[in-house]
């Protein structure tokens, strides 16, 4: 099943230069992704009323063109089975009205139980339920080559604002974007050189906990660690190009 939505993007989802930012890319899939699961009766409150919940736990996401203000969006998202594990993957693809391709996403997502946080197998059920397809917005699905980082070349404290959590009392999926916006240099984010990310999330970060960020140039772009109490809870790859396989 591959769920449909048209929307006129807000002003917070751009950038400065006044183009749909890759912040704002990931805000309106995420959306998407909401509304799909509301559809076929998986949403966050049904979820939580059984006692479950569903984890993100990667985000892979290219950037083709960066539409000026007041242009539509479509958007396309469908669920797939992730057969190298025991979660669900979930696609997106987003155009402008004229049908011009803006980006593509696929992510990753494990259903847990929400009392002893342990990792619930997906059922065929689910996957009836989503009408998952074995297909990526991709073609074949992207493996980016993320290189080992030896060295990094700056660190900052993050300081956690009550609005960065979620309904899981976890800092937002979003959020992690902003964080790693925030490590690279200011002339690197001013120049709106991004062209995909690949987030990965290890484990949550929880209020009280005190968070850095470490930042590495690398030759493809940035690379972001971000770390909590001394663990590492989440990987941000930040590329000018669109990377190899």
């Known amino acids: ?32 992704a909401t509304r799909h699961s509301a559809a076929v009766g998986d949403s966050v409150a049904e979820c939580l009323a059984r006692g479950e919940a569903w984890y993100l736990t990667d985000w892979y996401v290219e950037i083709y063109t960066r539409i000026p203000m007041g242009l ?53 059920q689910t996957f009836l339920r989503y009408g998952a397809l074995s297909r990526s917005v991709f073609g074949e699905i992207p493996t980016p080559v993320r290189h080992s980082v030896k060295r990094t070349q700056s660190e900052k404290t993050v300081a956690l604002r ?53 930042c590495a140039e690398t030759k493809e772009g940035y690379t972001v660690f971000i770390e909590a109490e001394n663990t590492l809870r989440a990987r941000v790859d930040l590329w000018a190009e669109h990377p190899k396989a």
Do not use: Q
Not at 12 to 27: F, N
Not at 164 to 178: G, I, P, Q, R, S
């Open 1 to 32: 099943m591959v769920y449909r939505m048209t929307v006129t993007p807000m002003l917070e989802e751009y950038g400065k230069d006044l183009r749909l930012s890759p912040a704002g890319i990931l805000k309106i899939f995420e959306n998407a």
């Open 162 to 214: 009550r609005g960065d959590f979620d309904v899981h009392e976890h800092v937002h999926n979003l959020v992690y974007l902003d964080y790693a916006f925030e490590a690279i240099p200011k002339a690197v984010y001013n120049a709106h050189a991004v062209r995909a990310f690949h987030i990965s999330y290890i484990k949550p970060i929880c209020a009280g906990e005190t968070v850095k960020t470490k």
């Open 72 to 124: 539509r969006v479509k958007v396309e998202t469908f669920c797939r089975k992730d057969t190298r594990s025991v979660g669900l993957a979930r696609e997106f693809r987003m155009r402008d009205d004229m049908g011009n391709l803006i980006a593509l996403s696929t992510s990753k997502w494990a259903r847990v139980s929400v009392a002893d946080k342990r990792i619930l197998r997906v059922d065929d």
